[in-house]
Nanobody, 125 residues
């Protein structure tokens, strides 16, 4: 079983930055892709970014391209989401997720079988 623990959320003014971290732990786990999703009140969970675990491929939602950067540190089993130029519409609970097997999509939450507990990001105007 894989445990994912997020950290780094908080309150920031519009135009500011935050960095989220997601640490993975567990015995004998294998992960193909690590992703970040977010869910605002009254809205569906949406894809933000993803990173292949063994390679350098990254994927972003159009709404965050050029502002957010996903990176990973395999030695620490940790994935990061650097969020710059934050906007009030970025306010949401952000979830880290892992694909434990190959799946056709990196943006479909149904392809992820490991999820963190979520961390709140609030951007004030």
């Amino acid at each position: 079983q894989v445990q994912l623990v997020e950290s780094g959320g908080g309150l920031v003014q519009a135009g500011g930055s935050l960095r989220l971290s997601c640490a993975a732990s567990g015995r004998g786990f294998s992960i193909y892709v690590m992703g970040w999703f977010r869910q605002a009140p009254g809205k569906e969970r949406e894809f933000v970014a993803a990173h292949s675990w063994s390679g350098a491929s990254t994927y972003y939602a159009d709404s965050v391209k050029g502002r957010f950067t996903i990176s990973r540190d395999n030695a620490k089993n940790t994935v990061y989401l650097q969020m710059n130029s934050l906007k009030p519409e970025d306010t949401a609970v952000y979830y880290c997720a892992g694909q434990g097997r190959s799946y056709y999509s990196t943006s479909d939450p149904r392809g992820y079988n490991y999820w963190g507990q979520g961390t709140q990001v609030t951007v004030s105007s």
